[in-house]
């Protein structure tokens, strides 16, 4: 059994905080407290990353993936992730930045 508690303070940076409580299902003993901001970070940049792979990635000619520019809005905790996982599992002719 898992259960993930966040906070959202937008005006905060970085914004999201919280944490990951996992119990063994069988006896209910508390087995380890994790960072929610890490697993949150990964876990939303993979799932963007299937999303984008099954509605566009899969459906792209080859001219299109080879002049394909990823561009990241917001360089926080999800533009870093995003960035990180999208030029890992991707080739993109170009990548983009905005901070502001
Ligand atoms: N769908 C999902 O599952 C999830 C969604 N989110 C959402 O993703 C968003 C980002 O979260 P997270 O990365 O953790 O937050 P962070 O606080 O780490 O990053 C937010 C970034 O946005 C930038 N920013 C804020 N306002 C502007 C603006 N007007 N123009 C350009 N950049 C701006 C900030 O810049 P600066 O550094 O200058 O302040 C900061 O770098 C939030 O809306 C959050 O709710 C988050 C987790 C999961
Ligand atoms: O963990 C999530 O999922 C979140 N979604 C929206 C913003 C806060 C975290």
Do not use: Y
């Not at 509605?55 to 992730?81: D, H, M, P, S, Y």
């Amino acid at each position: 059994m898992c259960v993930k508690t966040i906070t959202s303070f937008p005006e905060s940076s970085p914004a999201i905080d919280g944490a990951v409580s996992l119990f063994n299902s069988n006896n209910g003993r508390l087995l380890l407290i994790a960072d929610a901001k890490e697993i949150t970070a990964r876990r939303t940049a993979t799932a963007s990353f299937l999303a984008t792979q099954l509605l566009a990635f899969k459906k792209w000619k080859n001219e299109q993936k080879e002049n394909a520019i990823l561009t990241i809005l917001g360089c926080g905790v999800q533009g870093r992730a995003h960035l990180d996982v999208f030029t890992q599992l991707f080739k993109w002719n170009k990548v983009k930045k905005k901070k502001r």
